[in-house]
């Protein structure tokens, strides 16, 4: 069984940074591509960002491409997705989730993933 949760959401100013973590937990032996997605009300998930086991191929979609950098600690079970120059657009739920894959395999579509974390609030004012 594996659980991810999610950490470091909360309200900034149009323009600043946050930063994300997802820890893994329970099945750590194993090798999990990763991604982060996000909800606004109202709206279908959205990919933002994912990234291989390996850390070595990563994938942004053109919203987020050039502000949005994420990355993964695996000695910590950890993914991180650094956000700059945020918007009030970039308000939503945000989730990560993890696949069991291959180490240089990126999955870049919410019905790959298997496991899914409870969300965090990412609010941008104006």
């Known amino acids: 069984q594996v659980q991810l949760v999610e950490n470091g959401g909360g309200l900034v100013q149009a323009g600043g940074s946050l930063r994300l973590s997802c820890a893994l937990s329970g099945r750590t032996d194993r090798t999990y591509a990763m991604g982060w997605f996000r909800q606004a009300p109202g709206k279908d998930r959205e990919f933002v960002a994912a990234?291989?086991?390996?850390?070595?191929?990563?994938y942004y979609p053109d919203s987020v491409q050039g502000r949005f950098t994420i990355r993964r600690d695996n000695a910590k079970d950890t993914m991180y997705l650094q956000m700059n120059r945020l918007k009030p657009g970039d308000t939503a739920v945000y989730y990560c989730?993890?696949?069991?894959?291959?180490?240089?395999?990126?999955?870049?579509?919410?019905?790959?993933?298997?496991?899914w974390g409870q969300g965090t609030q990412v609010t941008v004012s104006t």
């Open positions: 989730a993890a696949v069991e894959a291959h180490p240089e395999l990126i999955a870049g579509t919410a019905d790959q993933y298997t496991h």
């Open positions: 990234i291989s086991w390996n850390g070595r191929n990563t």
